[in-house]
């Protein structure tokens, strides 16, 4: 049975674009997002986050009548489900467990339009397990129906999980390059999937179970968290031996098998600072590095507010006329990562609020990206340009590698930098 109408479940940066690419090679797509004023904005051929490209396919999609936006779900031939998995507040010292509720609630929406042959594809970031208990909810919210955990091939209902890859930022083009992983809890799941999103994925689509697959995405992102902490360890050891962390590695990288990545001031957003926890939550006695590395990366937004008390004190003591509350310090960047307005999770966010909390003086904010501050920083911080002129800042602090910062300000020689990124090196 082939797919011709599509319900993409969350409307977010991953369930959005994707539902703009299906709705690009003419499939009738219907977007489901519990947020009115998300489906209000889709509707009107607008988007509410920031992503290149994607207003423009959206515009195109809902002129064209492909895409559509509701709260309610409503039948389809297929269901991509692409909501949030964070994980759950937790007490001092312990591990984050997930938090499938998002998931759960997503199940229990779909249901009552589910229909024999269709196909369900879980794409939120899971832990291991998740795809299994999907779909233990759908068939207790459906029993009229079967699937896959009970009747194998011959299930009323396919499920699989796809986790999505992309990268904020380049979203558009990785959703038809990059390969998809594609675990059905049947080959035949599987199968279909793959029929899916060949639709407009031009990578290989490589086929696995599901427990596998959400593994293999849950790999992918603590890979790249445990050696975003060792660049930042060293970072923290370089600082206290006197070296330049960027000299020293720009040099180790000229070794042919070293590739270090690049220290900065926290590991943020949605995906690289959670998915590592799903993995040590399942098994925490077995895994030691992979804990090591999110309390090393959770760890250095507090070295680098640290760096900043350090250089108040600095300025306290050279010039002993000067109180606290007339040092003015500009901090460059709020967002999670370079070029893009997702505050979410945010290293940068979280030093400008824990030093709202102790500095007695209006911090200057510059973030291109957003157009005016989070609520909570309105009375503590003023948000500025790059380019306003802001006279006699005493700390300059760097905490994204946005565009717009490539080009350093002159600052006086009196003015203390504390560079996160090594951009003004
Ligand atoms: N960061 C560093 N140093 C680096 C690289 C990144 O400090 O050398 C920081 C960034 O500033 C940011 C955080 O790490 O705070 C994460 O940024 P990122 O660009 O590494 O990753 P995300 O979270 O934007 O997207 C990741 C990607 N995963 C991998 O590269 C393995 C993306 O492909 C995934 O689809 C995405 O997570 C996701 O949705 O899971």
């Known amino acids: 049975m082939s797919f011709e109408t599509i319900s993409v479940v969350g409307l977010g940066y991953i369930g959005l674009p994707t539902a703009a690419m299906f709705a690009s090679c003419k499939k009738k797509v219907i977007g489901v997002d519990v947020n009115q004023h998300a ?65 759960e609630a997503a199940s229990r929406a779909i249901a009552p339009v589910l229909k024999k042959g269709n196909l369900v594809i879980l794409e939120s970031t899971s832990p291991v397990g998740a795809t299994e208990k999907m779909a233990d909810w759908l068939a207790q919210f459906r029993s009229d129906l079967t699937f ?8 009323d209902i396919n499920i699989a999980h796809c986790p999505e890859r992309v990268l904020p930022g380049h979203v558009v083009r990785e959703l038809v390059e990059n390969d998809r992983v594609v675990g059905g809890l049947t080959p035949k799941c599987s199968r279909r999937s793959v029929e899916l999103y060949q639709t407009f994925v031009q990578g290989e689509c490589v086929v696995t179970n599901a427990r596998t697959a959400e593994m293999a995405k849950l790999t992918e992102n603590s890979s790249r968290d445990v050696q975003i902490a060792f660049a930042n360890e060293l970072s923290v050891i370089c600082d206290k031996l006197d070296i330049n962390i960027w000299e020293l590695i720009d040099l180790a990288n000229r070794h042919p098998r070293v590739n270090i990545l690049q220290p900065g001031p926290g590991v943020g957003g949605h995906c690289i600072a959670v998915d590592p926890w799903f993995i040590v939550s399942s098994c925490p006695d077995d895994s030691l590095l992979i804990h090591s590395a999110r309390k090393i990366n959770d760890s250095k937004p507090q070295w680098v507010v640290s760096k900043v008390k350090h250089a108040i004190a600095e300025i306290l003591i050279s010039n002993p006329t000067r109180t606290a509350d007339t040092i003015r310090i500009a901090c460059y960047g709020l967002a999670f990562k370079a070029n893009i307005d997702d505050l979410r999770g945010s290293p940068s966010l979280g030093i400008v609020r824990e030093i709202s909390k102790f500095h007695n003086q209006k ?5 291109p990206n957003i157009e005016k501050l989070p609520n909570d920083l309105t009375d503590s911080c003023v948000l500025k340009e790059y380019e306003e002129v802001i006279e006699n800042i005493d700390i300059a602090l760097l905490l994204v590698d946005h565009k717009e910062f490539y080009e350093k300000k002159s600052f006086s020689e009196n003015t203390i930098v504390i560079d996160t990124k090594g951009l003004w090196r």
């Open 39 to 103: 489906v209000d904005t889709i509707n009107k051929g607008n988007i509410h986050i920031v992503e290149p490209e994607l207003d423009t396919l959206v515009q195109a999609a809902v002129r064209e009548g492909y895409l559509r936006a509701v709260t309610e779900p409503e039948a389809a031939d297929a269901f991509l489900i692409a909501v949030p998995t964070p994980f759950l507040p937790n007490q001092v010292g312990q591990v984050p467990a997930p938090d499938l509720s998002f998931i």
């Open 148 to 155: 896959p955990q009970t009747h194998g091939e011959d299930a």
């Open 363 to 367: 911090l200057f904010v510059i973030e």
